[in-house]
C-alpha cells in the first residue's frame, strides 16, 4: 500500500479508518516529546558565519523547531578571526557537539560557512538522526543563496553593520521573514527603506536586541517614576564600557593579501572599494564609520531600546557629541590635534533631546561609552558607593533611579515597605540577561508579530545612527585652541536632514559601489 504522506487528523481518526490505515502514524506521533515534523519547522538560512554568528548558531542548534539549511559567509574557512577568548569558542562548538576533539589541535580562532555547515550536520547527525536532514548549503554569496534558496523561511543576518540592510532588503524582497543582530542599519536612509521594504512586502522581522527582561525591568521604573518615587523625569543616563577592539587612529597602511579562502568584494558589499586589511575585519569592523556604528549600536541596542519602547520616546530633535580626541606632533615640533574622518573615538558623550509627550514632559537622554560615565549622584557618594561600568539612571527632581533600584538603598526599602512590593530585579551590568531564545522564530512560523519587531525599534536606531553622525562631525571639525567643535545637530525627522548643520546631511546616506545601491 502506497504511504499517504498528507494523512491528517480528521482522516486519521475517522470511523471509517481500516486497521491498515491506523499503521500509517505519523512521525510527529513516533517522534516522542518535543518531535517537530520537518514540515513544521523554520528552514532557515544563516548568514554571517564568524564568532559572534557561530556562538548565537551553537544556541539555536537544539531547537526543535528551527532546521538551518543554508549557511553563508565570504570566509571559507580560517582560523585569523578575532574574539574574546583563545579558545573559548572552540571549546564551546564541542561542548555542544559533545566531541573533546572537534576541529583537531588547530591554532588560532577559526570561524567561516565551512565551519558553521560542519557544526551544524554534525550536530544534526547526533542529535536528530531519525529526521530526513539533507545537509547544509553553503554559499559565499547572499544573492545567490536567496536565487537558490527558494524553500527557505526566514534568514538570519549576523554580518557586519554596513551589510544588515543590504541582505535583509533583498531576503524581503524575497518574501522571507527576517531577523538580524544589532543593529537594523548603519545609515538612516537604509533604516528607512529597510522599514519600508517590510511594510510593502507584509514579512515579519526581528531585532536580536531584544531582551524580555530587559523591558519588564524598565516598565518597573516607568511605574516607580509615574508614582512619583523621584517627582519629575529630568534626565536619563545610559554608559557602557565599550570598546571592547581597537578603535584605529589611521587608516591601514600595510596592504597584505587576501586570503586565499575569503572574498574580499563580497564583504565589502556595498562599501566603495578599498585595498584589503585584517584591520577592517571581524571582530574589528565596528570602530569604522563605513562597516559599523560604534560602541551605542554595539550595547546601546539592549539598555536604550526599552527605555525609548517603555516610555514612547519619539525621534530625538536634537543630538550632540562630546568626543575624545588624539593628538599628533607634526614635522614642525607642534602637537595637533588630528581630524578624523573614518574612525569613531573612544569615548563618547552624547546628548540627546526630546519634545513633551505623553506623561513626560521634555527630556535629556545621555550615552555615554569607553569608559566615561555619568556623574556621581550624591546618594551614592554618601554611602560609599560608586557607579557601575555599564548602567542607566533616572534622574528627577526629587530623587534618582540607578539601573531598576532608588538610591540611596534606604530610600529603596521604604518605598517597597510602603507599597507592599518585593524589590525590582535589578539587570546584571545594566543589561540584564537574554530573554526566550524562540520568540522570533515562534512569531515567524506563525506569521505573527514579533516583539523585536523591526518597527518598535525604529526609534532608537534612529537615535543610534544620529549618534553616529554626531560623533563623526564631532570628530572631524574638532581642531583644539578654541576651533570648532561638538556642534549641536537640530533633526527634522519628518523630512529627513539637519536643519542647521548641512554638511552633516552627506552621512544620512552611504557612496555605493556599482551594483550594491539599494
Known amino acids: 500500500m502506497a504511504r499517504k504522506d498528507n494523512l491528517n487528523r480528521r482522516e486519521f481518526l475517522a470511523p ?6 491506523l499503521t500509517l502514524v505519523p512521525r510527529h506521533v513516533l517522534g516522542g516529546p518535543g518531535y517537530v515534523p520537518p514540515s513544521d519547522k523554520l528552514a532557515l538560512a544563516y548568514v554571517g558565519c564568524g564568532t559572534q554568528g557561530i556562538r548565537e548558531m551553537l544556541r539555536l542548534l537544539p531547537n526543535p523547531d528551527v532546521q538551518i539549511v543554508a549557511v553563508c559567509d565570504p570566509e571559507k574557512d580560517n582560523t585569523n578571526y578575532v574574539d574574546w577568548d583563545p579558545t573559548g569558542l572552540r571549546d564551546q562548538i564541542r561542548r555542544t557537539l ?18 558553521a555547515r560542519d557544526i551544524i550536520q554534525k550536530y544534526y547527525a547526533k542529535k536528530r538522526s531519525a529526521e530526513n536532514f539533507k545537509g547544509v548549503s553553503s554559499y559565499a554569496d547572499f544573492r545567490e543563496l ?12 549576523m554580518t557586519p553593520d554596513h551589510l544588515h540592510a543590504t541582505i535583509a532588503i533583498a531576503a524581503m524582497k524575497k518574501k522571507k521573514h527576517v531577523a538580524v543582530h544589532k543593529p537594523v542599519a548603519n545609515r538612516i536612509a537604509e533604516l528607512r527603506l529597510v522599514l519600508e521594504t517590510q511594510r510593502q512586502m507584509g514579512v515579519r522581522t526581528h531585532l536580536l536586541a531584544y531582551q524580555a527582561n530587559t523591558f519588564a525591568s524598565m516598565r518597573q521604573v516607568k511605574s516607580m517614576i509615574l508614582d512619583g518615587a523621584i517627582g519629575t523625569l529630568r534626565e536619563i543616563h545610559n554608559w557602557t564600557d565599550r570598546p571592547f577592539w581597537p578603535h584605529y587612529t ?24 578599498r585595498p584589503y586589511s585584517p584591520h577592517y575585519t571581524h571582530a574589528v569592523f565596528r570602530g569604522w564609520y563605513e562597516f559599523g556604528a560604534g560602541s551605542i549600536a554595539d550595547m546601546g ?61 521634555p527630556l535629556t537622554l545621555y550615552w555615554y561609552d569607553g569608559g566615561v560615565r555619568p556623574n556621581l549622584p550624591e546618594e551614592l557618594a554618601a554611602e560609599g558607593r560608586t557607579l557601575p561600568g555599564t548602567g542607566r539612571m533616572f534622574v528627577g527632581d526629587k530623587g534618582v533611579i540607578l539601573d531598576s533600584a532608588l538610591v540611596p538603598e534606604k530610600k529603596m526599602r521604604d518605598y517597597q515597605q510602603a507599597k507592599g512590593i518585593t524589590p525590582p530585579a535589578a539587570p546584571a551590568g545594566g543589561r540584564g540577561g537574554r530573554g526566550p531564545a524562540d520568540e ?32 563623526r562631525v564631532s570628530r572631524k571639525t574638532f581642531t583644539g585652541g578654541g576651533g570648532r567643535t561638538a556642534p549641536l545637530l537640530l533633526w527634522d525627522a519628518a523630512n529627513m536632514k539637519f536643519t542647521n548643520f548641512s554638511e552633516a546631511n552627506q552621512h544620512l546616506s552611504r557612496d555605493y559601489r556599482n551594483g550594491w545601491k539599494l
Open 16 to 21: 471509517a479508518a481500516t486497521t491498515a490505515a
Open 98 to 115: 559533545e566531541d573533546p576533539s572537534w576541529g583537531g589541535d588547530y591554532k588560532g580562532i577559526r570561524c567561516g560557512r565551512e565551519c
Open 146 to 157: 536567496l536565487e537558490k534558496e527558494s524553500g527557505i523561511d526566514a534568514v538570519k543576518v
Open 250 to 273: 589611521s587608516l591601514p597602511q600595510e596592504n597584505p593579501p587576501v586570503p586565499e579562502s575569503f572574498n574580499w568584494d563580497l564583504w565589502l558589499g556595498p562599501a566603495l572599494d
Open 301 to 361: 541596542n539592549y539598555s536604550m531600546w526599552p527605555i525609548y519602547s517603555v516610555l514612547d520616546l519619539p525621534i530625538a530633535t536634537s543630538v550632540q557629541a562630546d568626543v575624545s580626541a588624539h593628538c599628533e606632533i607634526d614635522a614642525n615640533g607642534v602637537s595637533r590635534i588630528r581630524p578624523n574622518d573614518f574612525s569613531f573615538p573612544q569615548c563618547n558623550k552624547i546628548r540627546f533631546t526630546f519634545p513633551a509627550h505623553g506623561n513626560w514632559g
Open 440 to 471: 522570533w522564530i515562534t512569531a515567524f512560523k506563525n506569521n505573527k508579530e514579533s516583539p523585536g519587531d523591526f518597527q518598535k525599534a525604529a526609534a532608537v536606531t534612529e537615535g543610534i545612527n544620529l549618534a553616529g553622525i554626531a560623533s
